[in-house]
């Protein structure tokens, strides 16, 4: 899987994985963030990898909402946090979240690798991802359940990539 190798390449190179979204999606971007730092499967044990959702500071969201706008919460992480060799993955069942789409550009424009995860057709994100994982369905539910569930299959991809 693709995703797999390009997040897999990143780590091993020293990077993190950050991930974004909103509502649903900024759960899924916590989840498998702890995923990555904790593990997938508690039987195996392995060293942590480097992860962070964009989404789990309140103090730093809501102050720079309030100051400046919703749409570059993600953004402004990203242009702080991030390097070339990061990877991003940008969650939204739609794919037209305004705050992830200005992510992903920010994350382009610095050397970050993008991965998108919507729903049917992708949307504005889809011209903005180095990959488009876009699940066939506009039935938000629907694509919600699928992003953890390709997250997760996601996450052991790299695990076994890395072998740890």
Not at 2 to 21: F, H, N, P, T, V
Not at 38 to 63: E, I, M, V, W, Y
Not at 87 to 100: C, E, F, K, R
Not at 115 to 121: D, R, V, W
Request: glycine fraction near 12%; aromatic fraction near 4%.
């Amino acid at each position: 899987m693709e995703a797999a190798r390009m997040i897999a390449a990143s780590l091993q190179a020293g990077g993190k994985l950050m991930l974004c979204g909103n509502g649903g999606s900024a759960g899924d971007s916590q989840h498998l963030a702890a995923e990555f730092v904790a593990t997938l499967d508690h039987r195996r044990p392995r060293a942590g990898l480097a992860a962070l959702a964009l989404t789990t500071d309140t103090s730093f969201l809501t102050a720079y909402a309030n100051d400046f706008g919703y749409e570059g919460v993600f953004s402004r992480q990203v242009e702080t946090l991030g390097k070339a060799g990061d990877v991003l993955i940008g969650i939204t069942t739609s794919g037209n979240s305004a705050n992830v789409v200005a992510a992903c550009l920010a994350a382009r424009e610095m050397g970050v690798k993008t991965i998108a995860m919507t729903g049917e057709g992708g949307g504005k994100l889809a011209d903005h991802a180095d990959i488009l994982l876009a699940v066939p369905s506009s039935v938000t539910m629907h694509v919600q359940e699928s992003h953890i569930a390709l997250g997760h299959v996601i996450t052991l991809a790299v695990e076994r990539l890395l072998e740890v």
